[in-house]
């Protein structure tokens, strides 16, 4: 069942350590739908709803990122964003480190509405500029170029014994995402 047109009827907020299971949740079941047949199938069969469980509450308890989920009407977790200060491009000063959508709630909005939140927040953390990596055949990519994301970098990496390339986009001037 795909979910309203604009998706305003989501709730935003911020993380709670309760809300590990729910983002772990999203974040498996968006790696399965994403990235089959990109993604060897076995590796994506041995995801772990426990160890995602555990990152994501580590992540929530550690407070050194921004961390958001979306809720539908019933309370159920149907997205989430992570990001802080970025992690090796020097020309970038935040990260967006994961964002995840449930199928039935991508293509509304809501993505749009999670990396605007998470921009907002590190704008007010004095953080001016993002990036973010992403594997070059997720459909996601044309989402971020959408955004205003410019691929600035590829590289290789290995998951689940495939070659696979990766592209990083950035955005330079994060108040730009709200001019859109």
């Given at each position: 069942m795909k979910a309203r047109e604009g998706s305003d009827m989501e709730t935003i907020?911020?993380?709670?350590?309760?809300?590990?299971?729910?983002m772990a949740h999203v974040s498996v079941d968006s790696w399965r739908t994403t990235y089959t047949g990109i993604v060897p199938a076995d590796y994506l069969d041995q995801l772990s709803?426990?160890?995602?469980?555990?990152g994501w509450l580590a992540i929530v308890e550690a407070r050194q990122s921004f961390t958001f989920v979306a809720e539908n009407e019933q309370g159920k977790i149907v997205g989430l964003v992570s990001g802080g200060p970025g992690r090796g491009?020097?020309?970038y000063q935040g990260e967006l480190y994961a964002i995840y959508l449930l199928q039935d709630y991508q293509g509304m909005g809501l993505g749009t509405r999670l990396i605007k939140i998470l921009a907002e927040h590190l704008l007010k953390a004095g953080i001016q500029s993002m990036f973010l990596w992403a594997l070059t055949e997720n459909p996601a990519c044309r989402?971020?170029?959408?955004?205003?994301?410019?691929?600035?970098?590829?590289?290789?990496?290995?998951?689940?014994?495939?070659?696979?390339?990766?592209?990083?986009y950035g955005w330079s001037d994060l108040s730009r995402l709200f001019v859109r």
């Open positions: 907020r911020a993380a709670r350590q309760e809300d590990a299971w729910g709803l426990s160890s995602r469980a555990q491009e020097d020309a989402f971020y170029e959408a955004l205003g994301g410019q691929p600035f970098k590829t590289q290789q990496i290995e998951i689940g014994g495939a070659d696979l390339q990766e592209v990083a």
